[in-house]
């Protein structure tokens, strides 16, 4: 495999010291995605190759750009690409082509990084399984008849295949952390502020969401992260970037980590996933930290209540010309248009009482947080499942409600905008991956990325290659 093999950090050095040129890197590239990509669907809107080489050996010779310099890189198909097709997996806008970047895209282009393509995701970031009308299904390396999770699959499954050295995702019902999980890789999600989106609606509430990094080590999480963090001066609650990948090394010794497990058995979790996790936990006791299972520090039910409000809200404000467009709206799939009228239904008063849980919960957070450096909870409630599922449709014979319920163990890290790195636990018993969220304080982004990098040397489970491809 080559280049492939290398983490992207490896890489950086590598063409930073002249070792090998962005040219090489790229032809490895592409001839590992003309031979794998054709399997799982990870990397959309392909560029033309003849481009990309002669991008890259332009690149040979041209001042370092950046961190990315010279890299291959496919980004979200949720973020705008100038010049490269942009579909947000919608047959709305199967042929839109931008005329600028997002300030993401214009973030990791402007630090070298070489666009190949786009990375599939459902339509309209909408689910955690990456399959729409416009590209298809991605497929999950380690098993090909199961889903690369969502809504960053694409990402997920690229890196865990090494079509990919490190990818963008983005989070906000655990999009970047449910694949990371199902793919056996790293997804990170930065506190809200941290890595800040464009100017565009409403930016007070868009902080339940947010863009963050992916690897196949913490490294590459923390350095890419680097490349993505930074105050935008247009909207709120910015948070100042740092060199996160110099602020990898830690003692766990004395740290203090507290286990949520199944939330006091209000969330349903197949059979073998606690236990896993439970195992990764024993890593860090073995490095010296204390681990703590404890009561919930809230009610489920009222986190819920809270989430499934503003996300509705948030949904319906954001796609009212869509869905008031009869012949728009006939081409939205039935999830989104069923969360867009949850929306519309919606009071000022659930609306407010959403929000006054949202506040009490972060209130109680922060109480716990002056006991315990991190809380635990499995990043994913079922394995990776049929492709051909939308959604599950239960979990352990109890019906989920709605089609993003058997997700809800992310919401408490999502709803106040924790900090939370996906980390691999393992397989179970069909060879499937899983993995576990590990959350900090808001802005302890550094601290949290620390404990990741001590798990990762203790374990990397990411060396586990997908064995069909």
Same mark, same amino acid.
């Given at each position: ?34 031979? *794998? ?235 073998? !996933? ?50 008031? %467009? ?49 809380? *635990? ?16 449709? %239960? ?42 969220? !590990? ?31």
């Amino acid at each position: 495999m080559g280049l492939c093999a290398l983490s992207a950090s490896e890489l950086a050095r590598m063409i930073a010291a002249k070792v090998v040129a962005p040219s090489e890197v790229m032809a490895a590239y592409l001839a590992r995605i003309s031979s *794998v990509n054709g399997a799982i669907n990870a990397v959309v809107s392909l560029r033309d190759p003849d481009e990309l080489m002669a991008e890259a050996r332009a690149a040979d010779d041209a001042p370092s750009a950046g961190w990315l310099h010279g890299m291959p890189f496919a980004v979200k198909d949720l973020c705008a690409t100038k010049g490269l097709r942009t579909t947000w997996g919608s047959p709305l806008f199967a042929d839109f082509v931008p005329v600028k970047d997002d300030l993401l895209a214009a973030r990791m282009r402007g630090a070298g990084a070489i666009f190949v393509g786009k990375t599939n995701t459902p339509e309209w970031g909408h689910g955690s399984h990456s399959f729409n009308l416009v590209h298809g299904v991605t497929r999950n390396p380690y098993d090909l008849a199961r889903t690369a999770g969502g809504s960053s699959g694409g990402a997920a499954a690229g890196l865990a295949a090494r079509i990919l050295p490190v990818a963008d995702g983005s989070d906000m019902m655990g999009s970047l952390r449910n694949p990371a999980a199902f793919c056996n890789v790293y997804g990170f999600r930065p506190s809200w502020g941290l890595v800040p989106a464009d100017a565009e609606g409403d930016t007070f509430m868009a902080t339940m969401a947010t863009e963050g990094p992916m690897g196949r080590t913490v490294e590459d999480v923390a350095r890419l992260l680097s490349v993505q963090a930074g105050e935008n001066p247009e909207v709120p609650f910015g948070r100042a970037g740092a060199d996160f990948g110099a602020m990898l090394d830690v003692d766990m010794r004395g740290k203090r980590i507290a286990w949520l497990g199944d939330w006091g058995g209000a969330y349903q979790i197949e059979p073998g !996933i606690l236990e896993l996790c439970e195992a990764g936990l024993q890593v860090f006791t073995d490095l010296g930290a204390q681990v703590e299972a404890i009561a919930p520090p809230f009610p489920a039910q009222k986190l819920w209540q809270a989430w499934v409000t503003l996300r509705a809200m948030l949904n319906a404000g954001g796609m009212k010309a869509l869905y008031d %467009a009869p012949v728009k709206r006939a081409q939205i799939k039935p999830e989104s248009v069923w969360e867009i009228e949850q929306g519309r239904g919606l009071s000022a008063q659930a609306v407010y009482e959403a929000s006054v849980i949202r506040s009490r919960y972060y209130a109680h957070m922060a109480r716990l947080f002056e006991r315990f450096d991190a809380v *635990v909870l499995p990043t994913a409630q079922v394995w990776p499942f049929p492709v051909e599922w939308r959604w599950p449709q %239960a979990i352990n014979g109890v019906a989920m409600d709605t089609y993003h319920r058997w997700m809800e163990v992310v919401i408490p890290v999502s709803l106040i905008g924790l900090p939370a790195l996906s980390v691999p636990v393992g397989f179970g018993a069909q060879g499937l991956p899983m993995g576990m969220q !590990i959350a900090g304080r808001v802005g302890a982004d550094a601290a949290v990325l620390a404990m990741g990098q001590a798990y990762h040397l203790a374990t990397d489970w990411p060396a586990k290659r997908p064995p069909q491809i």
